[in-house]
């Protein structure tokens, strides 16, 4: 990841997308959610990694006029704290976050299966737009990790034969955010590093632990 690059992905996605970079925590958990004065610091770019995909299933709020402000919500009520607390000081920090299907804010994602199915044509529509994603961003063996089983049966069906896809649970899913974290954990140690090496700082990770990283999921399939 480049300036360059960083900034024709946020002028072309930055209001359906963004990446799992958050501002550090205050006194409350859910403090400076909504901070994104984080992607203005230079060295940001440091710490992207597009070949790292999570992906939700749709954008569940309305008018998101800010770029980057997907999965940086700052309602109370919101629980994209949840993936902040889960990811910080891990080789994930940092991925490109997006959702499957775009422009359709429906809360209750229990509806949405029944919609692509009577709507085969807002999948279709949809699957193209996350190619172009991925087409942009130039992803070399991508990692993309679907947020429910909604999202993950979504993209597996389109995208089984071509890249590794894993589930995590939702962010929303009922679950503290430090038993979301060891969830997490469970599921992406499988296809990384040890875990003992989970919590390590993100700079101990260099470009080349990444490769690792990828390598060690494909030889694992």
């Given amino acids: 990841m480049d300036q360059k690059k960083f900034n024709f992905i946020k002028e072309k996605y930055g209001l359906l997308a963004s990446w799992a970079v958050w501002a550090e925590a205050g006194d409350k958990a859910k403090s400076n959610m909504g901070d994104l004065s984080v992607f203005d610091d230079p060295d940001v770019i440091d710490s992207l990694n597009e070949n790292i995909i999570f992906v939700a299933l749709n954008g ?68 193209k737009v996350f190619e172009e994603e991925l087409t ?8 993309i990790i679907a947020f429910g089983d909604v999202t993950y049966k979504i993209l597996k069906r389109n995208f089984d034969s071509k890249y590794k896809v894993i589930k995590i649970f939702h962010y929303a899913h009922q679950i503290s955010k430090e038993d979301y974290r060891k969830h997490v954990k469970k599921v992406l140690d499988k296809f990384s590093y040890p875990q003992k090496n989970y919590d390590e700082n993100w700079e101990k990770f260099n470009e080349k632990s990444t490769t690792h990283l990828l390598h060690t999921w494909k030889n694992s399939l």
């Fill in 136 to 143: 942009d961003l130039e992803v070399q063996d991508p990692l």
């Fill in 60 to 127: 569940s709020r309305e008018g998101i006029k800010i770029p980057l402000a997907n999965f940086h919500d700052p309602n109370p009520r919101a629980q994209d704290f949840k993936t902040r607390y889960a990811l910080q000081n891990t080789p994930y920090w940092g991925g490109y976050m997006t959702d499957i299907i775009k422009n359709y804010s429906e809360v209750d994602s229990s509806k949405i299966p029944s919609y692509l199915k009577d709507n085969p044509k807002v999948e279709l529509d949809n699957i």
